[in-house]
């Protein structure tokens, strides 16, 4: 099953979705309940690769599409269903503009994997994220909307097929709503938002504003207990 298309559709039938952030570096909390219940499960962070045996792991737990979120080349595994090929938009850092992802080109080519272009927006969520650490790059101030704004229609007009707006892992606030629906007004491809949502009402709030997918890593790893609350108010 190809995952562009199904999100597409989802996005096109107004249908929101979660995806579950998982680091391979870090103990797998939740239950193979919780991940198949989740739309999406996403495999990333700023560091440390992700090995055969961490994927084997994953699939035995979820029959739900697995998609690589790599913080770097290292974290490619053709054994993944697609990888989002991101390019971090709101930095001027040239290795995360384009470096890695030439680096990872052949092989990536070569796999076979889905391949889902994505622009990437990091939004400062009011403490140092692992996004800024690794990417050496300064998050947008939240403030400032229209740059914002900007660089996710620049993203759309380049051909991505996604832009992530994200906060950054343990963020001591989320993506704005007033940043979502104006984002979410330009553009016309699927919108991501993530990074501080701790709450179902905080999942709710980025979805009226027009998230379509909404991303959750750090609040399950420390509370996976919670997350059949995030699933009952989707």
């Known amino acids: 099953m190809k995952v562009l298309p199904e999100i597409l559709q989802r996005y096109q039938q107004g249908s929101k979705m979660l ?25 990333g962070g700023s560091s440390g690769e992700v090995s055969d045996d961490f994927m084997a792991k994953i699939r035995i737990l979820t029959h739900r599409p697995i998609v690589l979120f790599p ?17 971090l938009l709101s930095g001027r850092n040239p290795d995360v503009l384009a470096g890695q992802q030439i680096a990872a080109a052949r092989s990536i080519q070569d796999s076979g994997i889905e391949v889902i272009p994505m622009g990437y927006i990091l939004i400062d969520g009011g403490r140092i994220s692992s996004v800024e650490r690794a990417s050496h790059t300064t998050p947008l101030d939240p403030a400032n909307i229209d740059a914002i704004v900007d660089i996710a229609i620049a993203a759309q007009l380049m051909g991505k097929q996604l832009v992530y707006l994200e906060a950054g892992s343990g963020a001591l606030f989320p993506v704005s709503e007033e940043i979502i629906k104006q984002v979410r007004s330009r553009l016309h491809i699927p919108l991501i938002v993530g990074g501080g949502i701790r709450t179902p009402q905080q999942m709710k709030l980025a979805f009226e504003a027009g998230a379509d997918v909404v991303v959750i890593g750090n609040h399950f790893e420390e509370h996976p207990e919670q997350f059949p609350l995030f699933v009952q108010h989707e």
């Open 19 to 43: 995806a579950v952030l998982l680091d391979p570096e870090k103990p797998i909390r939740l239950t193979a309940t919780d991940l198949n219940s989740a739309d999406l499960v996403l495999i």
């Open 71 to 87: 913080g770097n080349v290292s974290q490619f595994n053709p054994l993944a269903d697609a990888i989002l090929f991101l390019s």
